[in-house]
């Protein structure tokens, strides 16, 4: 029989039960710069649902896209600080301060798509990711971004020699700059929410950016000419605070790692769908797309080469690249 004793224990402990399994329930903060549908934002919301069935609701991820949290060097601090949980973004804002992430960003390293994954999904890709860590992020995992060309409101791209002159937006990272720069063009670094009115107000006369984004921030209504040099692959990156990453324990932070794997692919998924809706919407929107000379630009680009792969470890790195299939 039981006593009335034992009764009110057990509806104690149960409650305490829910009310620790309450005060457990995890909600993560994850920024993303580019609106919901954006294939970026659907990878993260797709690692969230994998999180959620997999703790049974313990653990939710909220996704805040479209800037609500700020441009995208702005989230770096914030996420260094832990204000943060998670952000998406791309691996250019990083170059400054983690000398690694340029190497994938190098112009032309990537012969191909198939390469890129080949080089991400190995060994150098870990070595990359881990590269985050002193600097208060744990990178989780690499997302595809396709290749960046150059647009721009004035006339197409066909040599490095049409480049002369031109004002080109871009990422806030020295790479780029340079990268402009030996192409005989004029860099001017902006976070990517001020570029639809620089180009439209002549402030720039255009950018570089991979299909998807030349769509979505609309870039394609105010630079018609998509000339495709497709000169830099430069991976996204989805990172984790460390100061939230260490509030977890060992068994969810292992959850974590597993999720943010196994969104790669639903990544590259919605990737490779919205890269063709894209290129077909700027075309029938009336963009003029053209090809390039592509090895006259990838001749131009070996200073920067020169400038950038200095040390033994980053050159190491390129000559492993190089030489993966
Ligand atoms: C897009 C990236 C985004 C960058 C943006 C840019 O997805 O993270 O911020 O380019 O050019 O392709 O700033």
Known sequence: MISRRSLFGAFVALSVATTAAHAQTITLRSADIHPDGYPTVGAVKYFGQLLEQRTNGRIKVQVFPSQQLGQEKDTIDQTRFGVIDLNRINMAPFNNLIPETFVPALPFIFKSVVHMRAVMDGPI??????????????????????????????????TPADMKGLKIRVQQSDLFIDLVKALGANATPMPAGEVYSA???????????????????????????????????????????KI?????????????????????????????AREKTSEAKVRAAGSQVNEVDKQAFIDAMKPVYDKYVTNPKLKDMVARIQATN
């Open 125 to 158: 890709g870990d070595e990359i990711l881990k590269a985050f860590e002193p600097h208060g992020l744990v990178a989780l995992a690499f997302y595809d971004s396709g290749a960046r060309s150059f647009y721009n409101s004035k006339r197409p791209i066909n």
């Open 199 to 241: 180009i439209q107000t002549g402030v720039v006369d255009g950018a570089e950016n991979n299909w998807p984004s030349y769509d979505s921030f609309r870039h394609a209504e105010v630079a018609k000419f998509y000339s495709k040099t497709e000169h830099s692959m430069s991976p996204e990156v989805f990172v984790m605070s």
């Open 244 to 272: 939230s990453y260490d509030k977890l324990s060992p068994d969810d932070q292992k959850l974590i790692r597993q999720a943010a794997k196994d969104s790669v692919g639903k990544m590259r998924e919605l990737w490779e």
